[in-house]
């Protein structure tokens, strides 16, 4: 069954560096995500991406955020000049179009921010 | 107004029992609730999900119930076996049909199901 694979498993950063996380959707899906889940808390939406666009983005989804597709099978979360409170897992989801499709998840890469 | 509340925040049953989780909601305009299961080390996976035309859904040993009027639903799991011990989130959103859509997830239940 093909699957979301996101790249690293887990990240260790310098506070104030700057990140790039890595996903690789479901080959035929439309509609990109980024989650984030602050260990302990639940799983918040932070921004949804289709047609090289943001749809959506979340309060949570600042300036010091950004998402890209760089090339036709990678999606791509950056996060400029980090904080401490960045710490968090960080999941991708994708969906198909045509209408309410379920978004699949990638396992997650754990951002550790020292 | 966007928040999913979810109880309990764990549960423990016994293997053969049923495992209820139940969620509440306030926006009306939700119309798309799924249910994901996650594993440690694991993203979710989306496990069942409904839409409030039904009253219940069923896969499996999995049910979901749908209350409209009351704003709540829940997830039983029949016969709960140790392979089902994992993390359950319950989710809303908003779709309208559209292909993008956010899901709002409750804070989640740890189910562990013991022999």
Redesign the interface.
């Known amino acids: 069954e093909p699957e979301v694979t996101q790249t690293p498993s887990h990240q260790v950063t310098q506070m104030g560096q700057e990140v790039i996380l890595r996903c690789v959707p479901i080959s035929n899906h439309l509609y990109f995500y980024w989650y984030r889940q602050i260990l302990g808390q639940k799983v918040e939406f932070l921004v949804s991406f289709y047609n090289n666009e943001i749809s959506e983005k979340s309060e949570i989804f600042d300036d010091q955020f950004s998402v890209e597709r760089p090339d036709g099978s990678n999606f791509t979360l950056k996060i400029r000049s980090t904080k401490l409170e960045d710490s968090a897992m960080y999941f991708c989801a994708s969906n198909e179009g045509g209408g309410n499709q379920p978004q699949h998840f990638g396992d997650g890469t754990r951002l550790s921010i020292l | 107004q966007q928040q999913v509340k979810q109880s309990p925040q764990s549960l423990i049953v016994q293997k053969g029992g049923i495992s209820i989780i139940n969620c509440a909601y306030e926006n009306t305009a939700f119309d798309?609730f799924?249910w994901?299961q996650q594993f440690p080390?694991?993203?979710?996976?989306?496990l069942i999900?409904i839409r409030p035309d039904v009253s219940e859904k069923k896969e499996g040993r999995f049910t979901i119930s749908f209350n409209k009027s009351a704003k709540q639903f829940s997830l039983h799991i029949m016969d709960s076996q140790p392979g089902d011990s994992a993390t359950y989130?319950c989710a809303a959103s908003i779709?309208r049909?559209?292909?993008?859509?956010?899901?709002?997830?409750?804070?989640?239940t740890k189910l562990s199901v013991i022999p």
Do not use: E
């Open positions: 798309y799924p994901y080390g694991k993203g979710p996976a989306l999900a989130f779709t049909g559209a292909g993008s859509y956010q899901l709002t997830f409750g804070k989640g």
